[in-house]
Nanobody, 123 residues
Framework: QAQLVESGGGSVQAGDSLKLSCEAS????????MAWFRQAAGKEREFVGL????????EYADSVKGRFTISRDIARTTGYLQMNRLNSEDTAVYYC????????????????WGQGTQVTVSS
């Protein structure tokens, strides 16, 4: 089993920045993908972006491209979601997730999930 612990959420003003962290522990995989999803109240879980852990290759949803950046610290087995120029539409609970099977924008593809962290953006 892998455990994911998220941190860094909070309440900010529109235009502000916030950085989320996702620390992985437990089972390790020779290759895996860490993804970030978000779920706003009353809406379905939405893909935000992902990073292929070994290669550092990233992919983003159109809604966050150019504003959000995903990175990772291999030694700390921690992934990061840097969010800039936040707006009210970014308000949601943010989740990190890991899959050892490859990359996907579909939440059902991911086996391990963090507990979620709330991000609230006030305009």
């Amino acid at each position: 089993q892998a455990q994911l612990v998220e941190s860094g959420g909070g309440s900010v003003q529109a235009g502000d920045s916030l950085k989320l962290s996702c620390e992985a522990s437990g089972r390790t995989f020779s290759t895996y993908v860490m993804a970030w999803f978000r779920q706003a109240a009353g809406k379905e879980r939405e893909f935000v972006g992902l990073i292929i852990w070994s290669a550092g290759v990233t992919e983003y949803a159109d809604s966050v491209k150019g504003r959000f950046t995903i990175s990772r610290d291999i030694a700390r087995t921690t992934g990061y979601l840097q969010m800039n120029r936040l707006n009210s539409e970014d308000t949601a609970v943010y989740y990190c997730a890991v899959s050892p099977r490859g990359s996907s924008k579909n939440a059902y593809f991911y086996d391990y999930w963090g507990q979620g962290t709330q991000v609230t953006v006030s305009s």
